[in-house]
């Protein structure tokens, strides 16, 4: 029989829906790589508990005198899951009359709106950090990336990652607008990250710290935007459960309901490992 719905092409719709759903969640996710993951799924609880280690100092002794013992007591940081999700329900006849792949469409935007949650996640908490630069009312400078990159390395924030810096679209602009002299023919020549935006509209790596643009970073109370410059230490990303992709067959609608899922937490780890960078932009002032 002709146009029969088989369990074969289900299969195949199954695996166009997660393959899709899968790969823009990993695409998609700006902020989730530059913290510290966790993977507790198949682990009991709802909860990880992050050692938080002190940090020590050394000091001369003299030859033949005993050391004396330093107390080394760790605290802990508790991260604890919740479940996200989305449903997303496609008729028969939106399938079938549909030109391209609607399964791995409807998987593309399962996978993105996952990602825009999670990092949407991670960047509230750049609010918490206890070091600020920068005020609502002003644009944000290359000079602010020199302070935050100073005042992580003045707290001995651990480098083994580099510093990374997320700002919203509109702040970078006015990076990129610095560095480029807005584009104006300049007196000398442009460094190399200036030519680099100019060309590319790629900020690049200031002051040891690498700038990444992201449309979820949200505004304060005053209704300016809260950027960060962390190390990857100064949040954690704890994931229960990855995300999970299932179909249910709605026959009297004559639809498949497709909902993805997933259960994480995120929490910071080092306040001191953070810098809040707080600022309006000239393309809205």
Known sequence: MANEATSSVLSELYANIVQSA???????????PLVRNYD???????????????????????????????????????ITASEIGVMVELTDLAAESANEDVAAAI????GAAMAEKVDTDIATLFSGFSNTINSAGASVTI???????????????????????????????????QLT????????????????????????RVAGVDIFESTVIAGDSAGAYVGGVMTQDALGYMVKR???????????KRSLEIVGSMA???????DQYGVAIVSDSSALI
């Open 181 to 204: 002299n807005a584009g104006n023919t300049m007196s000398h020549s442009l460094s190399d990250i200036g030519n680099a935006a100019l060309r590319d509209g790629f900020v690049g």
């Open 40 to 78: 507790m799924s198949g682990t009991p609880g709802l909860t990880a508990q992050v050692p938080i280690y002190p940090s020590l100092s050394a000091a001369g002794v003299a030859d033949g005198i005993d050391l004396s013992n330093t107390a080394f007591n760790t605290t802990s940081k508790t």
């Open 107 to 110: 998987g593309r935007q399962i």
């Open 143 to 177: 000079d602010d990336i020199f302070k935050a990159a100073a005042t992580l390395r003045a707290n001995k924030a651990d480098q083994n990652g580099g510093f990374a810096c997320v700002l919203h679209p509109y702040q970078a602009y006015d990076l990129k607008k």
């Open 22 to 32: 899968l790969y823009t969640l990993n695409e998609k996710t700006v902020i989730r």
């Open 242 to 252: 990855a995300m999970r992709i299932e179909t249910e067959r709605n026959a009297s």
């Open 264 to 270: 994480y937490g995120t929490s910071e780890l080092f």
